[in-house]
């Protein structure tokens, strides 16, 4: 098993920053997909990214390419998703969630079987 738990979120305005983390704990974390996803109000999960298990390699959604980065620190068994110039569009609860697909599925949350809880981050104007 592997146990994820999210952090970071919170409230920011309009064009401000926010870094989320993702801990993992459990498995042998570093041979791990890391990836990002975020569910908005009535609306469903959607993919924002992921990250290769050795971090060379990483993937957007296109709406989010150049604002949003992901990084991992496998020392320390923890992802990062940095959000740049937010808008109020991106609130939502953002999750962390791992898996060992690396492929034209990774976008879909069935590639992952192993979530976090959340974390909520709120834009404001």
């Known amino acids: 098993q592997v146990q994820l738990v999210e952090s970071g979120g919170g409230l920011v305005q309009t064009g401000g920053s926010l870094r989320l983390s993702c801990a993992a704990s459990?498995?042998?974390?570093?041979?791990?997909?890391m990836g990002w996803f975020r569910q908005a109000p009535g609306k469903e999960r959607e993919f924002v990214g992921t990250?290769?298990?050795?971090?060379?390699?990483?993937y957007y959604a296109d709406s989010l390419k150049g604002r949003f980065t992901i990084s991992r620190d496998k020392a320390k068994n923890t992802a990062y998703l940095q959000m740049n110039s937010l808008k109020l569009e991106n609130t939502a609860v953002y999750y962390c969630?791992?898996?060992?697909?690396?492929?034209?599925?990774?976008?879909?949350?069935?590639?992952?079987?192993?979530w976090g809880k959340g974390t909520q981050v709120t834009v404001s104007s």
């Open positions: 969630a791992t898996g060992t697909t690396w492929g034209a599925s990774m976008t879909q949350k069935t590639a992952f079987p192993y």
């Open positions: 459990g498995r042998t974390f570093s041979s791990y997909v």
């Open positions: 990250i290769s298990w050795s971090g060379g390699s990483t």
